[in-house]
């Protein structure tokens, strides 16, 4: 089959029906589309994804919010531990002396660094299943609380950390290459590891929706990551980049103010710097992949219609 650049892949079968639509429970807003849920059964615009993050979080607050607190405090416990266990004490003193880095202080910095981003990417994977169980739902009004989420969810686990593997080794091959291009040929290096560059940030950005395509559509590693690919090619490349971007920059001054304001009351101290990253990561964690699911469904919207997730979540 010859691949279509401008429209993703469709799942086959025939053309489902949607459910029918509660007098009750529906309403239209001001362009006339229907609204069960949280968002308005169209393609969405910047204010949606707030509207809709803030209805999610409120209606489903259990699900969401408590599910993204355990797997903060889960993921900070973790980190200390393994880090006493392998690396002991973590130093919290400059790493940079003068121009020369002195690597016995880093090394345990860049050591507990990463084990803080495993035991976070690992156990985010459970809010990643339950977010993309909860928000499908609750565009359509349906809540769900936090057992039916995790039983759900449970399923796709596996999925979702091979499809995270393979992420981490597709990007992390690419990255392995520049880094020995620029290692080997000095300034031409240059000239292939920034290819190379492009190469991450575009895959980083048509991998989006992997996840929400592993618990929504069931599919495989490869075949949600294939699926992801053609869905943003379709939908818009660099406006998913943009609102990817912007996203990250208000959570990172919102992450921002909390760690300074926790700092102050706790004059800087571990309690309190443990406080903050925990309250910040379940708050942002559980924002982003919102955002990445309801990105998702209108860019599905876009390019294929709501028809599907409709019948899915009636």
Partial sequence: MTDRPDQPEQPSGPEPTPPPVHPSRSRTDHTGAIQLGIVPLRPLSLPDFVGGTVSALRRNAGALLGVALAVAVGAELLRLLLSTLFIGDVPTTEVVTGTAIDWDVAGPILGDLGIGLATNAVLGLVLAAVVNVVIPRAVFGHTTGIRQALRESAPHLGRLLVTMLVVVVILGGIAAVAVLAMA???????????????????????????RALIVVEGLGPAAALDRSRHLVRAGGWWRLAGITVLLNLVLGMFGLVITTLFDRVSNASALGEILAVI???????????????????????????IEGLWLKAG
């Avoid at 031409?188 to 992997?210: D, M």
């Avoid at 309250?279 to 876009?302: K, N, P, T």
């Fill in 184 to 210: 080997a040929a000095g300034g031409a290096g240059v000239l292939i590891a920034l290819p190379l560059l492009v190469a991450i940030i575009y895959l980083s950005i048509a991998f989006s929706f992997a």
């Fill in 279 to 305: 309250i910040m990561g379940s708050i942002s964690g559980v924002v982003i992949i919102i955002f990445e699911c309801l990105l998702y469904i209108d860019y599905r919207a876009r390019a294929e219609g």
